[in-house]
C-alpha cells in the first residue's frame, strides 16, 4: 500500500519574471515622449505617475510586465484559479500523462468549518470540534481509500487518464501561471480579503492562500505598483 500524504499548505515560487515599476512608466511614457522616453531607476516622480494611472484607471502599462510562477495546490483550488482567464496563460501537469502523486490537501487546525446564512449573505465560523474531527478522519480515510483504488487500476493497466476518476478533489495538482500586473491585480482584488478594499472580496480561504503568497512576490518586484493598487483601494486598473 502506498503511503499518502497530507498538507495543509500550497507552494508559490515565483520561476522568472520581467516586472518592475520602471516598466510601467516607460510604457506610459511613450505616449507623449515617443522616442526620447528612456529606461532609468524608479524615483518619486515615478511613484506619482504609477499612482495617477492606478486612480485613473489607465491599465494598459501595466500590461509591459511578466511573473511566471510554480503552484502546488489541490485541485478545487486550481479549478477556481482558472477562471482567471484575462491576461493568464497556464499549464498544469496531466493524470492522463504521469501517475499522480499520494498528497492531499487536509484543512489545519482552525480552518472555519461552518457556513451560516444565505447564499450571497453568509459568513464562515469555526465549527466544532467533532465537526473538524470529522471532516479530518473522513478526508484522511476517503483520500487513502481513493489513491489505493488508484493503484489497483494502474497495476491491472487501465490507463491513467480512467484510472484517474477514482480520485477526490483534494488531491494535489501543479501549474504554471504567467500573467502580468494588471492580471495580478485583478486576481488579487477577487481572491484576497482586505479592510481597505474598495469592493469586497469572499474568497475561499485555500485561494486566498494562494493569492497571499503571489501578492508577496508581486510587492518585492513592484513596491511601487503594489503601494499604489493598495492607496487606490485594490481596485485593478
Request: charged share 25%; proline share 5%; hydrophobic share 40%.
Amino acid at each position: 500500500m502506498t503511503d499518502v500524504t497530507f498538507r495543509s499548505d500550497m507552494t508559490v515560487d515565483l520561476i522568472k519574471h520581467a516586472a518592475e515599476d520602471t516598466d510601467v512608466t516607460f510604457a506610459a511614457r511613450v505616449s507623449t515622449l515617443g522616442g526620447e522616453v528612456r529606461f532609468n531607476e524608479a524615483t518619486e516622480r515615478d511613484a506619482g505617475l504609477i499612482n495617477y494611472l492606478m486612480r485613473d484607471r489607465h491599465g494598459s502599462p501595466f500590461e509591459h510586465t511578466s511573473m511566471t510562477f510554480y503552484i502546488e495546490a489541490p485541485i478545487f483550488v486550481a479549478r477556481e484559479f482558472f477562471r482567471h482567464r484575462v491576461g493568464f496563460s497556464y499549464n498544469e501537469e496531466s493524470g492522463r500523462y504521469k501517475e499522480l502523486e499520494p498528497n492531499f490537501y487536509l484543512p489545519a487546525d482552525g480552518r472555519p468549518l461552518r457556513q451560516v446564512g444565505k447564499p450571497g449573505a453568509y459568513s464562515y465560523e469555526l465549527g466544532t470540534y467533532k465537526q473538524f474531527m470529522t471532516v479530518s478522519g473522513d478526508l484522511r480515510r476517503v483520500s487513502s481509500e481513493a489513491y489505493g483504488a488508484y493503484k489497483r487500476l494502474l497495476d491491472l493497466e487501465v490507463a491513467r487518464e480512467v484510472a484517474r476518476m477514482v480520485l477526490p478533489v483534494n488531491i494535489y495538482t501543479s501549474f504554471y501561471a504567467t500573467c502580468n500586473a494588471r492580471s495580478l491585480m485583478n486576481f488579487l482584488s477577487l481572491r484576497t480579503k482586505r479592510d481597505n478594499a474598495k469592493v469586497p472580496s469572499f474568497p475561499q480561504l485555500e485561494i486566498q492562500m494562494v493569492a497571499d503568497q503571489m501578492e508577496e512576490h508581486f510587492r518585492a518586484l513592484m513596491p511601487l505598483t503594489a503601494a499604489a493598487f493598495d492607496k487606490n483601494g485594490r481596485v485593478a486598473p
